[in-house]
Nanobody, 124 residues
Framework: QVQLVESGGGLVQAGGSLRLSCAGSGSIFNIDAMGWYRQAPGKQRELVAT???????KYADSVKGRFTISRDNAKNTVYLQMNSLKPEDTAVYYC??????????????????WGQGTLVTVSS
C-alpha cells in the first residue's frame, strides 16, 4: 500500500550532474527521516546521505561537497542532487524512509520502506 519510487537515474559523463527523486505514495500519515543508499557491482550497499524531519543532513565522506540531499514534505519526496560526478559514483541508488502509516484498529505506526532503485552510470 505504501511505496517509494525513485526516478532520475541514467547515463552521464564524468563531471556532469544528475538529480534523483524519490516519491512516496499510498496511505502515508507522516514521514520521519529519509535517506539515499547506493550499491555498486560486487560491493555492499552503503549510506550516501540522510535528512531528518528537522532538515538536518549528513553525508558520506566520498560525496561530501558534491551531493546535496533535500526533501519536500508536501510531496512526500526526497531528492539527491549529484554534481561533479565521478565513475566511482556508478551504482544503483536506493531511497529509504521511515513512513508513518495509519492502522485503523490501532492508530499509526512507522515502517521502514525502501524504493526499488534507480541506476546511475558515470562514464569516463
Amino acid at each position: 500500500q505504501v511505496q517509494l519510487v525513485e526516478s532520475g537515474g541514467g547515463l552521464v559523463q564524468a563531471g556532469g550532474s544528475l538529480r534523483l527523486s524519490c516519491a512516496g505514495s499510498g496511505s502515508i500519515f507522516n514521514i520521519d527521516a529519509m535517506g539515499w543508499y547506493r550499491q555498486a557491482p560486487g560491493k555492499q550497499r552503503e549510506l550516501v546521505a540522510t535528512i531528518t524531519s528537522g532538515f538536518s543532513t549528513k553525508y558520506a565522506d566520498s560525496v561530501k561537497g558534491r551531493f546535496t540531499i533535500s526533501r519536500d514534505n508536501a510531496k512526500n519526496t526526497v531528492y539527491l542532487q549529484m554534481n561533479s560526478l565521478k565513475p566511482e559514483d556508478t551504482a544503483v541508488y536506493y531511497c529509504n524512509a521511515n513512513v508513518g502509516v495509519l492502522v485503523p484498529s490501532t492508530g499509526y505506526r512507522y515502517l521502514e520502506v525502501w524504493g526499488q532503485g534507480t541506476l546511475v552510470t558515470v562514464s569516463s
